[in-house]
């Protein structure tokens, strides 16, 4: 009864076309960020902030980038950690070369060399998808690995690859302490998801959704696949690019190659198809989703297994990850392919009866 | 019935040809003025490794009239709609549209020109609402770069309201208003059929190339079809190409046939001229016994 | 001069231990248009499987001649590989009867993982040995004709063999046999096949218990190589390239596309490496695939892709 679009008029195209057009999810969403910015830093421990919030929010930035390419353009890709190396050390190098950077900026500038490089190898999609394409983006992430363990230029010329940032500052304030962290991660995740929610409700997401459904008839209809493509790519590898520089520079500190490896891109796949592939909401679901689920494993598991008197290794647990991940992403692709998102949707549909049955 | 009055995408040349009240499928058009030779085929061949689709196939189509091109299943004229459309590239021959001549046709050049497409088998974008996937047709005339559409203000904000008005009147034109929203797939057939002409016509197409838009429809279904096309080619002056094959539909609403058989043109002329020609009885109409 | 064949040698040897994971890829993919991801999962749950059967004979069985304990390990794991092929079929590929190849992609993705796990879950994740009696000393062949000779693994040598058999095996079964041809029909399109008879449920199943005993054997070879531990799964991930190469589904092709990145990956090695930094073995496959996917997506021997309107 509460979550009615009863008299909920729109007058205008500009209404109707909205981000939310239900007065109830505006409220929410407000709510929500008001919650995010002003009482999270107040209930939060540390350990919170480090292990749950700032790489959910990194996550999340890096599966709306991943869904952009994936979901809403139907590019498979299996290369993102590469996308997210090349962020990370194209920002370091920016960073730590010209001084007197501001870390934004640094930031931003990584973004673009993952663009470049998203464009490079996006290329093959115009002439191939499927499976094949998977292989190209597979090269991107070899390549990258190796690109960064054995060219010294671009690791400041360290032998392992291995580099680290300290001393990162905004605006004058430090981000040293996890609440500057997870307050700049959060404002850098709610901005650029703004920017990609337009995006996909625009004439370009259109364009990508179509390339996704059928090309031939996007091309017939006058849309460029070739154009569609790569600015899928782009912006896809852009936003990409950005999350990985926030999880090197912001949750690391420290990073090397290994870190950008072919699991997270694995990982990022996860992420959208459980969450929901074409849903900008879907990659905060299955960012949340992939984030919590080792934490709730690793407390739940020994507790169950106490219950029947087994003692449960964190290797057992690993493995129990694994199972989960690997059987979730069969469920889903089975029973609801839309993730998370769409079983979210059916959820709202049924609140807009409740408490009535039809 | 009748339509909605300035429903409708608009057109630079100017409205009211013709009757716009429709009884049965029977057309009026008694105004309309038939203009000069807009497309032109000539010499088409097509094969597919050892396959022949069409052989030597020349036709052409003159400004605001109903070309219909018929025959039987496998005469080539999905594929003679395809090479117009770029889909295909023939082997042989050229087109000419409004002067200008090609090998073979590239499928966004064509769009750009101003020729829009309908699709036998539904090229729909099932993932998208009907608005969307009638919004696609106005992508060619969006201008605002990527920047501009990501911050959405100003101009890129009044582009998108400027072009879901005119959504809309095709919505109000092809009577699908209730069905804005909802996921394409989850049409019905007769409806997905409308949102592909919809489509299409958000073109704004000079020449609109329509492949059995009828099929599979039954009786009420077919007269409102046929009321929309006669409608777009009456009041816009869009110039129809038209794949059908309930005789009645063409005869009665041609200016022109383009019989095909086998890949080879067997006929060529008015409905009249068609429908008494041997060749073209004997391979697909029959005779009655 | 000597150097430059025992590169060789070595390289088309290595190439041949890639083909036997390849060989999976294939089958399953001309059977039902299913490109395997979980192959290289496979081969380690066989491989695992198979490494504890053979430790768990002596002791429950009293069996100690290893070579008898060995073949029934190896029937065990063959068994295990079966069980698997069935439940793989039946819980997940047949609810996903004619969705995308994207949709399958990720399904056998999701199937690798779980593999993953369930096998180091029931079978452990310490490193096992496989002994199954490859000898494992180098020989020097060819004295008399290369000063010094040429440095050839016996093991490699074996390995190599082993997986030429099977290809004229399988090849003979998908050219000549029946189910071959029903295989193949059932590859090209499945609503099809199941319209003029052909069981896809059973048809499946074989297909996977066939690429499950393929996977036996390349786990076997590459454990005994390399002993039986996690990272045997990116040995898919190192056959990927090979099947891009060959064809996916060509079965010759995975042997020459296997010998041809074995050589490659050897040789750029050892004479470009040194100029690049070195390491380049992670990329030239697939930097190599990157460029016949441009050129010529269907690889050497494959089909040609037909994208119908």
Request: with cysteine; charged share 15%.
């Amino acid at each position: 009864m509460f979550y009615r679009e009863n008299g909920q008029f729109k007058t205008t195209y500009r209404a109707d076309q909205q981000i939310l057009p239900i007065a109830q999810d505006r409220v929410a969403l407000y709510l929500l960020l008001a919650f995010a910015f002003m009482a999270v830093p107040f209930m939060a421990s540390d350990y919170t902030f480090r292990a749950i919030l700032i790489p959910f929010l990194i996550f999340s930035l890096a599966a709306i980038g991943v869904n952009i390419l994936v979901g809403y353009c139907g590019q498979i890709s299996l290369g993102s950690g590469a996308f997210m190396a090349v962020g990370a050390y194209g920002a370091y190098n920016f960073f730590v070369r010209i001084d007197g950077l501001p870390l934004i900026v640094a930031l931003i500038l990584g973004g673009v060399c993952a663009m470049l490089f998203g464009i490079l190898f996006g290329l093959p999609s115009l002439r191939v998808k499927g499976l094949y394409l998977a292989v190209a983006t597979l090269a991107a992430q070899f390549f990258s690995d190796w690109m960064f363990l054995r060219i010294q230029w671009f690791t400041n010329n360290s032998t392992s690859g291995s580099v680290s940032v300290s001393n990162l500052q905004v605006f004058g304030l430090s981000l040293e302490s996890p609440l500057a962290k997870y307050l700049f991660c959060l404002s850098v995740l709610a901005v650029i998801a703004l920017l990609a929610k337009n995006l996909v409700r625009g004439a370009v997401g259109r364009e990508w959704m179509a390339i996704r459904d059928m090309d031939v008839a996007a091309a017939v209809i006058g849309i460029r696949p070739m154009y569609a493509k790569l600015t899928a790519f782009a912006v896809s590898s852009f936003i990409v690019g950005v999350a990985g520089a926030l999880w090197a520079f912001i949750y690391l500190g420290a990073w090397e190659p290994a870190a950008f490896s072919v699991d997270q891109s694995f990982k990022l796949l996860f992420m959208v198809i459980i969450g929901g592939m074409g849903s900008i909401m879907g990659s905060f679901f299955g960012a949340a989703f992939i984030v919590l689920l080792p934490i709730f494993l690793s407390q739940f598991l020994p507790a169950l297994a106490s219950l029947v008197g087994i003692e449960i290794s964190t290797a057992s647990v690993s493995h129990a990850e694994l199972m989960v991940f690997g059987g979730l992403i069969v469920w889903f692709l089975i029973v609801e392919p839309h993730g998370l998102a769409k079983l979210w949707a059916i959820a709202k549909q049924k609140l807009r009866l409740w408490p009535f049955p039809h | 019935m009748s339509i909605t009055n300035g429903a409708g995408p608009s057109q630079d040349e100017s409205a009211s040809m013709g009757g716009s009240e429709l009884h049965g499928v029977k057309s009026v058009g008694a105004n309309k003025h038939i203009g000069d030779v807009i497309l032109d085929v000539k010499n088409i061949s097509l094969s597919f490794g050892g396959v022949k689709a069409l052989t030597d196939i020349s036709f052409n189509v003159r400004e605001h009239e109903v070309r219909s091109i018929i025959g039987p299943n496998g005469a080539g004229k999905s594929s003679m709609l395809n090479c117009i459309n770029g889909v295909y590239k023939p082997q042989q021959g050229s087109i000419t549209f409004r002067g200008q001549t090609f090998g073979h046709m590239d499928s966004h050049q064509v769009a750009v020109m101003g020729i829009g497409r309908t699709f036998q088998n539904l090229a729909l974008f099932k993932g998208m609402s009907v608005i969307d996937n009638i919004m696609t047709g106005r992508n060619l005339k969006i201008k605002s770069n990527l920047l501009m559409q990501a911050l959405r203000i100003g101009p890129a904000q009044r582009e998108e309201e400027f072009h879901r008005e005119k959504v809309e009147h095709i919505i109000d034109f092809l009577e699908i208003q209730a069905f804005r929203k909802t996921p394409v797939g989850q049409l019905p057939y007769g409806l997905q059929k409308r949102v592909d002409l919809g489509r299409a016509l958000a073109m704004e197409p000079q020449v609109l190339l329509l492949d059995e838009p009828m099929a599979g429809m039954n009786v009420e279904e077919k007269q409102d079809m046929c009321r929309f096309v006669l409608d777009v080619n009456q009041e816009f002056g869009t110039t129809i190409v038209l794949i059908e094959h309930d005789m009645g539909v063409v005869m009665d609403i041609s200016d022109r046939v383009v019989v095909l058989d086998y890949g080879k043109k067997i006929g060529d002329g008015t409905p009249d001229e068609v429908r008494n020609n041997e060749e073209v009885i004997s391979a697909y109409l029959g005779t009655s016994h | 001069m000597s150097f430059f064949l025992e590169t060789l040698f070595g390289g088309l040897m290595a190439g041949m231990l890639y083909s036997l994971v390849a060989l999976g890829f294939v089958l399953i993919y001309k059977a039902s248009g299913v490109f395997n991801f979980a192959q290289g999962a496979m081969v380690l749950f066989a491989a695992l499987a198979m490494a504890r059967f053979s430790e768990w004979v002596p002791l429950y069985t009293g069996i100690t001649d290893p070579i008898a304990a060995n073949l029934i390990a190896f029937a065990g794991a063959g068994v295990v590989m079966f069980v698997v092929a069935w439940l793989i079929e039946g819980v997940v590929l047949r609810h996903l009867v004619n969705q995308e190849g994207t949709t399958l992609l990720m399904a056998t993705l999701g199937i690798a993982y779980f593999l993953e796990g369930l096998g180091q879950s029931l079978f452990g994740s310490d490193i096992y040995k496989i002994d199954i009696g490859m000898p494992k000393d180098p020989v020097m062949l060819f004295e008399s004709v290369f000063e010094g000779g040429i440095l050839i693994n016996k093991e490699d040598f074996y390995a190599a063999l082993i997986a030429a058999a099977l290809v004229v095996l399988l090849s003979i079964f998908f050219q000549k046999t029946a189910t071959g041809r029903a295989l193949r029909a059932v590859a090209d399109d499945h609503q099809a096949a199941q319209s003029i008879g052909i069981p896809l449920n059973r048809i499946w199943v074989i297909v996977w218990c066939v690429a499950g005993v393929v996977a036996l054997v390349a786990g076997m070879i590459w454990g005994s190589k390399l002993g039986v531990q996690f990272s045997l799964t990116t040995i898919a991930l190192r056959a990927l390239p090979v099947v891009i190469l060959g064809g996916l589904t060509s079965v010759p092709g995975a042997i020459v596309g296997g010998l041809i990145i074995g050589v490659g990956e050897k040789l750029s090695e050892v004479f470009l490496g040194p100029y690049v930094g070195g390491g380049i073995e992670i990329w030239f496959a697939y930097v190599l695939a990157l460029g016949f996917l441009l050129i010529r997506p269907q690889g050497l021997f494959g089909e040609k892709i037909i994208d119908r309107v």
